[in-house]
Nanobody, 123 residues
Framework: QVQLVESGGGLVQAGGSLRLSCAAS????????MGWFRQVPGKERDFVAA????????YYADSVKGRFTISRDNAKNTVYLQMNSLKPEDTAVYYC????????????????WGQGTQVTVSS
């Protein structure tokens, strides 16, 4: 059983920064790619960023490229999302997920999900 626990969300003004963390347990963390998605009420859960198992390759949605950075510490079983230059449109619940297989951009490729952490960006 894999458990993913996100933390670090909160309220921030536009232009500010937040760092999200996702602590994993239950499966060899370093063997699996990880991703971050976000969701606003009434909309689909959208891809934000992903990172390969080793951390050597990263992927980003166009909307966050250049502002967000995904990273991981395999010794700590943790994946991070550093979010800079935040905009009101970044407001969402952010979820981390562990891949099962397939394209890292697709929600269906992920098997395990955290409970989510709210990020609110005020204008």
């Amino acid at each position: 059983q894999v458990q993913l626990v996100e933390s670090g969300g909160g309220l921030v003004q536009a232009g500010g920064s937040l760092r999200l963390s996702c602590a994993a347990s239950g499966r060899t963390f370093s063997s699996y790619a990880m991703g971050w998605f976000r969701q606003v009420p009434g909309k689909e859960r959208d891809f934000v960023a992903a990172i390969s198992a080793s951390g050597g390759v990263t992927y980003y949605a166009d909307s966050v490229k250049g502002r967000f950075t995904i990273s991981r510490d395999n010794a700590k079983n943790t994946v991070y999302l550093q979010m800079n230059s935040l905009k009101p449109e970044d407001t969402a619940v952010y979820y981390c997920a562990q891949v099962l297989g397939g394209s890292l951009y697709l929600r269906s490729s992920y098997r395990y999900w955290g409970q989510g952490t709210q990020v609110t960006v005020s204008s």
